[in-house]
């Protein structure tokens, strides 16, 4: 049974999911697709990367140097696409959950829960 994903893993992975990225634009692909929520350091993210990657989640996908400075992209693999869909299966039927405990309440309430 997988656990729980973290909410900067999720992102970093949601980003992912859309095509090979470098650092800077995970950063603010996460910090975008999350509304402000997730802000991540560049220490945190490349941590994060290197924890990913060794659980085979994330690979490197090539470096390419832009204004002097040393780019490295990264993609995600099939393991991290199962891992990231078994998440988002398990935060919607978690929200269902919740949806309609809040539905049932609303009712008594009359409070209007969508």
Do not use: C
Request: charged letters at 25%; hydrophobic letters at 45%; glycine letters at 10%.
């Amino acid at each position: 049974m997988q656990t729980e994903m973290r909410e900067p893993t999720f992102w970093v992975l949601t980003v992912l999911a859309a095509g090979r990225n470098h650092g800077y634009a995970l950063i603010a692909g996460a910090r975008e697709l999350s509304d402000g929520r997730v802000q991540l350091k560049v220490a945190t993210l490349y941590a994060a990367l290197e924890r990913l990657s060794g659980e085979g989640l994330v690979m490197v996908d090539g470096d390419e140097v832009v204004d002097g400075r040393l780019r490295r992209y990264f993609r995600i693999t099939n393991a991290g696409i199962t891992a990231l869909t078994f998440e988002v299966n398990r935060l919607e039927m978690n929200a269902r959950q919740a949806r309609t405990r809040l539905q049932a309440l609303s009712g008594v309430t009359g409070l209007g829960i969508a």
